[in-house]
């Protein structure tokens, strides 16, 4: 199989799973360290296109299923709220999710709490997928210096990473739902912090 093919495959599925995925920055990574001679612009460019399409699709899955069927009419009128307030500030919103994509921090959650808003896909899309090819890129440029003047073995930081990556999902899952729960309404109206009830948060067959 095409190498670049497979990458974009794996790419892909990670970034089509909703929660405890392998952080996709660490395949760029591998292949940095074992294959430094495929570490080049056209493998950050289909990761990027890969991990975008997978994210988009997340979304997607997270406006039909857990918005549709999950969150109770209060919910969906609430996020509707810090959607309209986004649509006002197109520059703003566009420069902190690029700036996010820059980052190794974990993006199933951003696509999962963006896709309860119902906001355009491509707005997010856009700055993902630059982000991303800049990030890949110097991820796999600089494993790939590493291993040209080291010998690496990278065994020894799974127990780090594999501890780290389950304590940043479960934190970054539990912002989703506070992204739910948080009375934007008061909180950009009035400028006061506190949540929507819990009666108000159940769906209405579980009230």
């Known amino acids: 199989m095409n190498p670049l093919l497979l990458v974009f495959l794996i790419v892909l599925a990670l970034n089509l799973m909703p929660a405890f995925a392998p952080p996709t920055w660490m395949v760029f990574s591998f292949v ?32 039909v299923i857990v ?14 709220t810090l ?23 974990p993006s199933n959650t951003v696509f999962i709490a963006y896709g309860l808003t119902t906001m355009n896909l491509l707005r997010i899309a856009l700055p993902f997928l630059l982000g991303r090819f800049v990030s890949y890129s110097l991820w796999a ?18 127990g780090y990473f594999s501890v780290y990556f389950v304590l940043t999902q479960c934190a970054f899952l539990g912002i989703v739902y506070l ?28 009230k």
């Open 32 to 63: 940095g360290f074992r294959f430094p001679e495929h570490a080049g612009w056209q493998l950050a460019l289909t990761g990027a296109l890969a991990a975008t399409v997978g994210r988009c699709m997340l979304a997607k899955m997270s406006r």
């Open 67 to 80: 918005r549709n069927h999950w969150l109770s009419d209060a919910l969906r009128n609430n996020v509707d």
């Open 83 to 105: 959607r309209d307030e986004l649509l006002k500030r197109p520059r703003l919103t566009f420069s902190v999710l690029l700036f996010y994509a820059f980052t190794p921090l």
């Open 141 to 158: 440029k600089s494993a790939m210096q590493v291993s040209n003047r080291f010998a690496v073995n990278g065994n020894g930081a799974l």
């Open 179 to 206: 992204i739910a729960r948080i009375d934007w309404k008061a909180l950009i109206c009035e400028h006061k912090w506190k949540l929507l009830r819990r009666e108000a948060s159940l769906p209405p067959e579980e």
